[in-house]
C-alpha cells in the first residue's frame, strides 16, 4: 500500500504559473510508474500526464502539450507538474496516480492507475 499527497494547488489568473507536488510514502518510489489527472466539476477524470519509473519517457495529453511538464525525483519520492500558460479551462482538482505492477510502464488511462492521491485544487481566473 502507498500512499500519495499532492500540494501546491491554488487560484491563480490566467497565464500564469503552479508547480504541483506529489509525495509517495512507498518504497522504493522508482517501482511506481506515476502520473497526473484532473476532473472538473461535472466531468469525468481524465489524463494529463506521465512519466516512466526511470524518468525518461513522459506522456501529455494533447490540451497541455507545451504548457505542462511532468518530471520526478526518485531520492526524494516525489512527482512534480509544472504548469505554465494557465487557462480557465486548467481548473479542475488535480489527483496523482501511480502503478507499480510491471506489464504497466506508464499510467495514461484511468483503468492503468491503482492509487490515488486525495487530490489538489487549481482554480485558474479569466
Known amino acids: 500500500q502507498v500512499q500519495l499527497v499532492e500540494s501546491g494547488g491554488g487560484l491563480v489568473q490566467a497565464g500564469g504559473s503552479l508547480r504541483l507536488s506529489c509525495v509517495a510514502s512507498?518504497?522504493?518510489?522508482?517501482?511506481?510508474?506515476m502520473g497526473w489527472f484532473r476532473q472538473a466539476p461535472g466531468k469525468e477524470r481524465q489524463f494529463v500526464a506521465a512519466i516512466s519509473r526511470g524518468g525518461s519517457t513522459k506522456s501529455y495529453a494533447d490540451s497541455v502539450k507545451g504548457r505542462f511538464t511532468i518530471s520526478r525525483d526518485n531520492a526524494k519520492n516525489t512527482a512534480y507538474l509544472q504548469m505554465n500558460s494557465l487557462k480557465p479551462e486548467d481548473t479542475a482538482d488535480y489527483y496523482c496516480?501511480?502503478?507499480?505492477?510491471?506489464?504497466?510502464?506508464?499510467?495514461?488511462?484511468?483503468?492503468?492507475?491503482?492509487?490515488w492521491g486525495q487530490g489538489t485544487q487549481v482554480t485558474v481566473s479569466p
Open positions: 512507498g518504497r522504493p518510489f522508482s517501482n511506481y510508474a
Open positions: 496516480a501511480a502503478n507499480n505492477q510491471v506489464l504497466i510502464s506508464m499510467v495514461v488511462n484511468l483503468a492503468q492507475v491503482a492509487y
